[in-house]
């Protein structure tokens, strides 16, 4: 149990702040909350209260199930190791960030607060390549310097 929680530290502290925000939130919350948009924001369906505790949960399957795969990947690519270790961390953060903010999303619009998706998501899929792309490059500077 101590090394899963030295290992996935990070995915569980997303997982407690979306469990959290639910739990302040939940007697705030009418009986039903948006689980589906449209691309201009009208919402198709709606699900029970309770389904806000579903977004932390998947957000923390998702984040392991990452992380695992992409240490595989690095298990079976070794070539490529030195220049993506560490991406097992970073990717599963991201999507934390991703699900905690779409989390946020449902919360404001069952509360009536207009929120459009399609920008949230523009912005999110805007950053996550700027985030990779500065990690990568980090780590091909610092191999680079390793080899001087």
């Known amino acids: 149990m ?7 530290w990070l995915e569980l502290l997303f997982f407690a702040v979306g469990l959290v925000g639910a739990v302040i939130a939940m ?6 909350v948006p689980l589906q948009f449209q691309g201009d924001g009208v ?3 709606t699900g029970p209260k309770w389904a806000v ?8 399957l998702v984040c392991y199930g990452f992380h695992w795969w992409i240490g595989r990947c690095l298990e079976k690519l070794p070539a490529l190791a030195p ?8 990717l ?6 991703v699900c905690l903010s779409l989390e946020v ?3 404001l619009a069952a509360w009536g607060v207009a929120v459009k998706i399609a920008v ?19 780590k091909i500077l610092g191999n680079i310097g390793k080899l001087k």
């Open 83 to 90: 220049t993506f270790s560490g991406m097992e961390r970073l």
């Open 105 to 107: 999303c449902i919360m």
């Open 120 to 138: 949230v998501l523009l912005v999110e899929l805007l950053v996550v390549p700027i985030v990779f792309i500065g990690f990568v490059a980090a």
């Open 53 to 60: 505790f579903i977004v932390p949960v998947v957000q923390l």
């Open 2 to 8: 101590k090394a899963f929680l030295k290992t996935y």
């Open 92 to 97: 599963p953060a991201v999507l934390a960030v």
């Open 27 to 32: 007697p705030f919350l009418p009986a039903s």
């Open 43 to 45: 919402i198709t369906r």
